[in-house]
């Protein structure tokens, strides 16, 4: 089937002969009653692997009592048991139908008081709680808790932008908040003088993708370092500020990241140390000139030629964006279906991924890469870029060029990620294999060295094609490192290849650590062996991780387990 695009206009149709318009890609206190010792928690045989499948048992009296405690503080329609409540905090890609990762009830506070009130139900009965914000985290588990009958605390009613600064350039919002809320406003307000970063998928929350290390495209496109200033409500229910929001009324709490003191925003990022309720976001100025663009390269063997003439490139700031470098099943994924290539159930061979390159004109590699700013300037860097390529053999460059103010309705759907308008078209690419798509991400760092990167994409090709699937990727660059999201692809209802695609991401976890590297992010299944891997000194990153969240969690309520994070209690569990 050809894919086609909300207007029902034909991607593969439209994207063939424009070759280089195709994109793929691939966060006063309530007093602690109670010490908690998890007595509703029980473990099970694991289905999967390395940890305990735990399980936190919703017929327990304890729970029942809670209950009836949360819905006198938020009101019935706010504390839902129901299956279709549940059922978005799911991870609808899942391999085991049974779902060891579900939720037994869901809560959505309205206010920060809200929250605090859980928290003190939470804390007196020894109910753990997994915070999400729009609870989209697809293909790391999705809106699922870790530990199943979890109550899921989800933040989406508090899904006020509480500001835009025009004159310093940032917003605040809260985690409800999306991609798309955030654009409208901007739309609304600036008249998108002030642009923004999002990921490829766009109805995630801003707050809740920076939390999980998420990424986008435009020079601000590492969430993490862009956001600025956070406010985050403890286990215990105390409120703080991060950095000069330490202080009373403090103008540069968006603006400066560090206060008086440590640092402590990371901290509340991949963590189940607190739940954060506001967030400072910098914003991007519009620029005079943008410019999209393709490097394509002939030979599957020149990936690590064309990383190590581009990390200087990056380095330098002659390119400044975050820069993806798809393979070419990567982009075929986005634009057609498996079927319309190959009718093997094998992994696509050799030959037909060099027949899909030449009939697409796609290179087996091609990086989609942007500049941004006066036209002077993107001028000089374009040349730059376009003479190192050249080195190459059989390299091309091939751009677009639109002004800064061009009406959004005009730039080219492919070129959007690139210019921070959100958009849902990469879900294409989870229909590869037709039927009810589905993917489960593995994405290691590594040096953006090219023999490094070389290196671990052969060894994702050649693990994933083991296990029967197709090697689908993209790479993501920043200056020093390069972040290789592998993704396996499934039609959900097939069980078997779904399952495959779990234990090819879990041989790859050893064996990507045995060569050095680790991953950036990780599926709920997947966060003990990933961390297992971050073995220096003994586990001393564990054993630190362990201690704070002792000293800010010690009955153990917020979202056990995450990153391999697991409450006093559990511990002796963990494998
Ligand atoms: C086709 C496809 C393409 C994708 N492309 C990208 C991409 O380009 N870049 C990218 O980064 N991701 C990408 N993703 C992954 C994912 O969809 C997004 O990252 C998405 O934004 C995450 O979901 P969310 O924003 O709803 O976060 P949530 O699910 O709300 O949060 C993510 C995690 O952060 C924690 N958390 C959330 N809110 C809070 C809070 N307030 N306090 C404490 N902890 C909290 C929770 O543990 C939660 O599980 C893609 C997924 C798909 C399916």
Redesign the pocket.
Known sequence: MDKKNEDGESLLGRALPRRRLIQG???GGAAIATPFLHPPIAAAASKSGAAPDLHFDAADPEFKKAIGELRAALGDDHVQLGAADLLPFHDPYYHDREQQFVPSAVLVPGSVEEIREILKVANRHGIPLW??????????GG?APRVSGTLVLN?RRMNRGLEINEESGYAVVE?GVSFFDLYEALGKQTDHRWWMSV???GW??V???T??H???YTPFGEHAETQCGMEVVLANGDIVRTGMGAMDDNPAWHLNPRGFGPRVDTL?MQSNF???TKMGVWLMPRPEIYLPGNIDIKHDGDLAALIDVVRPLMINRTIHNYPIIGNILGYASFVSTRDQWYQGKDPIPEAVLQRISDETGIGRWSMRFALYGMEGVVNAHLAEITRAVQTIPGATITTRRYRGDIPHGEIHPMDKTQAGIPGME??S??KWYGGEGG?LGFSPITPLVGKDVAEQTKLARAIAEKHGHDYLCGIILAPRSATHVCEFIFDVNDRDLTRRAYEASRELIVETAKRGYGEYRAHLDMMDLVADQYGFNDHAARRLNETLKDALDPNGIL?PG?QGIWPRSLRPRRA
């Not at 999400?132 to 790391?140: I, K």
Request: proline share 5%.
């Open positions: 890609s691939l966060a915070t999400s914000s729009t609870g989209r985290n697809l293909g790391y809106g933040l985690p990921p490829d998928i995630g929350s707050i809740g993708n939390l999980d998420g990424r986008g509340f607190g739940i954060v990469i879900m690419l989870t993917h979202s995450k």
